[in-house]
């Protein structure tokens, strides 16, 4: 959102899914986040908050991932959750807490796809630490060969998807 477009790029690309965007900028918290609006520059900005489709606050707050996950996401009606992009925070922590709280609730087949993965201050632990971490945990097969002493950091990742097998 911070354009005003990437809501819309995501919206036209997958045109029939159920989109919902978790979003700082519109928190009404100032004491927490001081800049402007830029979810606002949107022109759905208000039709998305009438629809419950976006989220004002912090991704890096459990709770209020488990409420919008509870309350608007997970309802009876709703379609499976099949795609999670997380656009929101460029802070290592911020990161993880959305990768280890949206991974467990993706469909089997589903993607999550973290943007801004760079080689910046905030990121960057999370890219280089965390992420080949969890890669090498979703393909971890056992320690068959005995060459290195290697076992999982994050053992309850791969069992949660459908994709990764052994060879």
């Known amino acids: 959102?911070?354009?005003?477009?990437?809501?819309?790029?995501?919206?036209?690309?997958?045109?029939?899914?159920?989109?919902?965007?978790?979003?700082?900028?519109?928190?009404?918290?100032?004491?927490?986040?001081?800049?402007?609006?830029?979810a606002k520059k949107n022109k759905r900005y208000e039709s998305l908050r009438e629809a419950r489709r976006l989220h004002c606050g912090n991704s890096n707050s459990y709770d209020f991932l488990h409420?919008?996950?509870?309350?608007?996401?997970k309802r009876p009606d709703a379609p499976p959750l099949k795609l999670v992009i997380e656009d929101a925070s460029h802070e290592s922590a911020h990161m993880a807490t959305s990768l280890f709280f949206w991974l467990p609730r993706i469909e089997p087949g589903g993607l999550l796809v973290v943007e801004d993965v760079q080689p910046l201050r905030g990121p960057n632990p999370f890219r280089t630490h965390i992420l080949p971490q969890v890669?090498?945990?979703?393909?971890?097969?056992?320690?068959?060969?005995?060459?290195?002493?290697?076992?999982?950091?994050?053992?309850?990742?791969?069992?949660?998807?459908?994709?990764?097998?052994?060879?």
């Open 1 to 38: 959102f911070y354009t005003g477009k990437g809501f819309d790029a995501y919206s036209q690309f997958m045109p029939r899914a159920e989109g919902h965007s978790i979003e700082i900028s519109c928190m009404e918290d100032k004491a927490r986040w001081k800049w402007d609006n830029f």
């Open 135 to 167: 890669i090498k945990d979703l393909h971890w097969c056992g320690n068959k060969l005995k060459e290195i002493n290697d076992t999982r950091c994050f053992p309850g990742i791969q069992p949660l998807l459908a994709g990764v097998h052994c060879e």
């Open 67 to 73: 409420e919008v996950w509870t309350k608007e996401m």
